[in-house]
């Protein structure tokens, strides 16, 4: 398929409905209410994110939510085989591998897989063997994207991070190419590009118009904007955005 014919999809992630749960203790607002929502008002995927310190999505969340929903689920881990048993266990669509720390507010960057082989190799062949897709969170790099390819990524889903955060024009520009060069390139070596982290109504346009993009996974914004307008509003915003993005990106080419 030509980059210019790719679907491109809107995961929710909805790990802060659980954040806004445990700040008081008790079971509202509830996760698994928010996923069907998110997928009554068009999410086409609901990604959630297990960390190892449990700060906002616990196992029974995960289990019940995977339960509930009719749309994909995009699980987000660690590399442990903590994580890899319990990913074994709940059998979503797509594990994600993401880079963690305890001490860390929000995921602060791409997994380093370059590298690392030897350690990821045993993790990942596991979750493939299972039948369930794997998707690395890395940073658009050759070497990252490259070795990701060799060991068997399905999917890779480049931090926007720093785009988004950018503190000038140009930056915000360097970074959106270096973004552009790397989904050119793992599409190339036949990997699904996927992006997130820090998307929002303002930022998100020029990425989704990058033709090989295929999904974009956005969560902290959702639920803060959700706040205001209602979650069905924000998602439908949101894809909004995104599809006239994509008609823009195709009418010019």
Do not use: W
């Not at 797509?94 to 963690?100: G, L, R």
């Not at 370059?114 to 070497?143: M, N, V, Y």
């Amino acid at each position: 398929m030509s980059p210019k014919s790719l679907p491109l999809r809107l995961g929710v992630n909805i790990d802060h409905v659980a954040t806004l749960r445990n700040a008081r203790g008790g079971i509202h607002p509830d996760p698994v209410s928010a996923a069907l929502l998110a997928q009554r008002a068009g999410a086409d995927g609901i990604t959630i994110h297990l960390r190892e310190d449990r700060r906002h999505i616990k196992d029974h969340d995960a289990i019940s939510i995977k339960e509930a929903i009719d749309i994909p689920l995009n699980f987000e881990m660690a590399a442990t085989l903590e994580m890899v048993d319990f990913a074994l266990s709940l059998l979503p669509n797509a594990c994600c591998i993401v880079p963690e720390k305890r001490e860390e507010v929000t995921t602060e960057g791409g997994l380093a897989v370059a590298g690392h082989e030897d350690r990821l190799a045993p993790l990942f062949t596991a979750i493939k063997t299972a039948g369930i897709r794997l998707s690395l969170f890395i940073e658009a790099s050759e070497h990252e994207i490259r070795a990701a390819a060799a060991l068997g990524a399905d999917i890779i889903e480049l931090h926007t991070g720093t785009y988004c955060d950018a503190p000038d024009e140009a930056t915000r520009a360097s970074e959106l190419a270096r973004i552009a060069k790397g989904a050119a390139l793992a599409h190339s070596l036949g990997l699904e590009v996927h992006a997130g982290h820090g998307l929002d109504f303002e930022t998100v346009s020029d990425v989704a118009a990058i033709p090989e993009m295929q999904e974009l996974n956005i969560g902290h914004f959702l639920m803060g904007a959700a706040l205001f307008t209602g979650l069905e509003e924000a998602i439908g915003t949101m894809h909004a955005k995104m599809a006239a993005a994509r008609a823009k990106m195709a009418a010019a080419r």
